[in-house]
């Protein structure tokens, strides 16, 4: 059997990243492209990842480039072209680059990979996966953005800070769009089993919900020249290992939803199943009122970042 073969769109900060750890877990072999400005930095980075693969024992094949032509038969891509915040910027500021960018690139992979399972993680994130899907034409389980995963591991990574627990028993959810909206769900937060709520004050919960919707912003003052890269680039190879091994993994992601929530035509974080066809299942829940109105209020913010795309 062949190996798999992913494709990652940006060979920045990200996409070196997600090379080194798709590489890392042999989910298959890389292809590391940026535009042809950048292919040395996409083949530098190749060259450097695969003379480490001898060091530390992993048989993928890496390699960089400026064709989209060497993306044909990708199984999975992941994009992070486009340009990142700069303190002080919101995500939606990056809109209009950023929405060039992504035509470009869509139309592109819309030749050379139409079936591939597509992940967008460049910002404004929720708006950037709705053009991939409007330019590609490609189904609503192909197509997703990766953003309830990060902003997932944001809210677990300062929990298990305040409680002085391993984050591997945390268990949560954030959903919501990938902005400052996003809606952590508490209620159903808990430490191996245990409610959060019953562990933490209130007005405390509230300051770490506050700290996890600023959670980018944080990175982006303190690196001063970008925005987050490791833990973006895990978490979309979670999504991506779930598709190629048919994990079917219960993963927040933005999804188009049809329905849902009681939402629609609109790209949203909902907890959905990823396995071999993609998203498999959106994981519908009650929500309490509280909750409802904070969905309905990010769904209002991405409405209207989509139709800034005027596609
Ligand atoms: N096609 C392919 N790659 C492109 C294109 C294009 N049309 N235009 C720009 N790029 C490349 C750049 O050359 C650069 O190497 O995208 C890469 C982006 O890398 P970084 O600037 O390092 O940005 P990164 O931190 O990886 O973030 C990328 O993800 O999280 C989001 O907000 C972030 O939108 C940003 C994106």
Redesign the pocket.
């Known amino acids: 059997m062949a190996r798999h073969k992913i494709g990652l769109?940006?060979?920045?900060?990200?996409?070196g990243n997600l090379a080194l750890f798709a590489a890392q877990k042999e989910l298959g072999d890389v292809v590391l492209?940026?535009?042809p400005?950048?292919e040395g930095?996409a083949k530098g980075k190749a060259l450097d990842m695969q003379q480490m693969s001898t060091i530390e024992g992993f048989d993928s094949r890496i390699v960089g480039s400026s064709n989209y032509d060497d993306l044909k038969g990708c199984d999975v891509i992941i994009i992070?072209?486009?340009?990142?915040?700069k303190p002080g910027m919101s995500?939606e500021d990056?809109l209009e680059t950023?929405l060039k960018?992504m035509t470009?690139?869509a139309e592109n992979l819309k030749r050379v990979c139409p079936n591939a399972f597509m992940i967008n993680?460049?910002?404004p994130?929720d708006a950037m996966v709705y053009a991939l899907k409007k330019i590609t034409g490609g189904s609503r389980q192909k197509i997703v953005g990766m953003s309830g995963i990060l902003d997932s591991a944001r809210y677990k990574a300062f929990l298990s800070m305040e409680l002085d627990i391993s984050m591997k028993d945390i268990t949560t959810l954030v959903l919501g769009g990938h902005g400052d909206d996003m809606v952590p769900i508490s209620r159903l937060t808990t430490a191996g089993g245990v409610p959060v709520t019953s562990l933490i004050k209130p007005e405390r919960i509230k300051e770490i919900e506050d700290r996890t919707r600023q959670g980018g912003a944080e990175i982006v003052k303190l690196l001063v020249n970008?925005?987050?890269?490791f833990a973006?680039a895990a978490a979309a190879i979670e999504m991506a290992e779930s598709y190629l091994l048919d994990q079917r993994r219960v993963l927040p992601c933005a999804v188009w939803l049809e329905g849902e929530f009681g939402l629609k035509e609109v790209y949203f974080g909902v907890p959905c199943i990823i396995g071999k066809n993609g998203v498999e299942k959106v994981l519908e829940f009650e929500l309490n009122a509280d909750e409802k109105a904070g969905m309905a209020k990010s769904a209002d913010s991405v409405k209207k970042t989509m139709a800034a795309t005027r596609l």
């Open positions: 769109v940006g060979a920045g900060q990200i996409g492209f940026d535009i400005a950048a930095l992070t072209a486009g340009i990142p915040r995500r990056l950023n960018i470009s690139v993680i460049a910002n994130l970008g925005s987050a890269y973006p």
